[in-house]
């Protein structure tokens, strides 16, 4: 039995995802895992089609395809995103189709589900019978319960493959939209000195995105800046080497445009839009690569107090996890979400109304300074950073653990004593029957007691 293993790892075979697929290969003997540099050798892959076409030999010979791969920002890196798009474009899909798959990635577990689903609509579209995920935490190996239960994952995946197991299919096939928008003049919202910034990652990739992009920069007076990430000089994708976690300084600091233009046009805008054609359920890859490439900030929301909104070409509202991977995005970059647009929301008027809304709302948000209450994305996802900062991963992530010390993200609970002593006060004291009935009694009005200074008194 052969099974392809795609290495979505830019650091190749030294890669921690690659040491869970060597151990799969030492408890399973029996199968031949045939491992594939895919994101290490993408600019090899994309430049030379007979390299490309020795990786789809191998798919079309295996008997399954493992997806193994980092987390890289909510998703896949960019690198392995190209990969994926270059499938697509040079029609190489048969070689995928009616084969068993499955994913492995390695991370700390941050939104390591959206990742998953995207691999999942992926092998769905290319027909492929997907068996199901396994998200290993980096340093899981080293536990003897976890080793088991990867045992155990490789165990069913090679008797899916052998007895040809039949696949649920997560993902109906993306629906294409055909729809010719027409714009109708906005309002311009007086941005009062605001910076409004719309990134794009090419406008003449759709002509809907460019009509709603130019009606967008017109909702704005001054008129907006509009960048386009093609004119960028960016010479890479993220290579996974960390540098940047002691000083958030990158490996490719003076070496392209990237980083200067982050610094110069990201950071200092006050209201930013992200704008772009969905390519394979994702945006395009050179997108994927300007989101990796922020990672020069580490885990700190470089971002920060921004208004945020994104204007979409294609099947947005078919793609729910993509909703959630820039809710969380912004969430995580402590910034508000003005709202999404897309040109698959309905007819031109509500696209034009839906434009005059985030124009305006995004200025009258910036000027209040108004940033929503934190959701579970970003409670959840900074307590789970904040954790691994504190402990192992701070000699890594130097950087961010002075970051996280002065912006006061080191509030573990432990470190409040005054209810610590209280709750255990509490705790025995409620063990005697007559306190115990007397505290329910009053737990409902005792909750809301509080509130009471911050409420005006009415007769």
């Known amino acids: 039995m052969r099974i392809a293993v795609l290495n979505g790892s830019p650091k190749g075979q030294i890669s921690v995802t690659v040491q869970y697929v060597k151990f799969l290969q030492q408890e399973f003997p029996q199968a031949q895992f045939q491992m594939l540099d895919i994101a290490l050798k993408i600019k090899k892959l994309e430049k030379d089609e007979q390299e490309f076409q020795k990786v789809i030999k191998e798919v079309s010979s295996a008997d399954a395809v493992l997806w193994a791969f980092p987390l890289y920002f909510f998703l896949v890196c960019s690198q392995y995103k190209r990969f994926i798009e270059l499938i697509f474009e040079r029609k190489e899909t048969s070689a995928f189709r009616g ?50 239960r990867l045992t ?102 003076g070496k392209d445009g990237f980083i200067d233009f982050f610094n110069r046009k990201i950071k200092t805008a006050d209201i930013l839009f992200i704008a772009g054609s969905i390519f394979d359920r994702y945006l395009s890859s050179l997108w994927k690569c300007c989101f990796d490439r922020s990672f020069f900030n580490g885990h700190i929301p470089a971002i920060r107090g921004k208004q945020i909104g994104f204007v979409f070409s294609g099947p947005f509202h078919q793609i729910y996890n993509l909703r959630e991977i820039f809710e969380a995005y912004v969430g995580m970059q402590h910034s508000n979400l003005v709202g999404f647009i897309s040109d698959d929301m309905g007819s031109s ?37 904040r954790d691994a900062v504190w402990s192992r991963l701070r000699p890594v992530f130097q950087a961010d653990h002075k970051y996280y010390k002065k912006h006061g993200f080191y509030n573990f609970p432990q470190k409040n004593y005054k209810w610590r002593l209280i709750n255990n006060s509490l705790i025995v004291l409620i063990k005697i029957p007559r306190v115990r009935r007397e505290f329910i009694k009053r737990m409902k009005v005792e909750m809301i007691r509080p509130f009471g200074k911050f409420l005006k008194k009415t007769k």
């Open 99 to 148: 084969k068993p798959a499955a994913s492995l990635s390695t991370s700390i577990n941050f939104f390591d589900h959206t990742a998953h689903n995207y691999i999942n609509a992926i092998s769905d579209d290319l027909e492929m019978k997907y068996f199901g995920s396994y998200s290993a935490e980096m340093s899981d190996m080293h536990k003897f319960r976890e080793r088991q």
């Open 152 to 253: 155990t994952f490789g165990e069913l995946f090679i008797k899916a493959i052998k007895d040809g197991t039949p696949s649920i299919k997560n993902n109906k096939p993306l629906i294409k939209h055909e729809f010719v928008y027409e714009p109708t003049k906005l309002r311009p919202a007086e941005t009062e000195g605001k910076k409004v910034l719309i990134v794009v990652d090419d406008i003449d990739k759709s002509s809907n995105l460019r009509l709603m992009i130019e009606n967008l920069q017109k909702g704005f007076s001054p008129v907006a800046e509009l960048v386009q990430l093609k004119d960028i000089d960016i010479q890479g994708g993220c290579l996974g080497c960390m540098q940047c976690g002691l000083d958030n300084v990158c490996v490719y600091e």
């Open 349 to 385: 008027e509500e696209i034009n109304n839906a434009l005059q809304i985030v124009a305006s709302n995004a200025v009258m948000y910036s000027k209040l300074g108004y940033i929503k209450p934190q959701t579970f994305y970003q409670v959840a996802g900074t307590k789970l950073f």
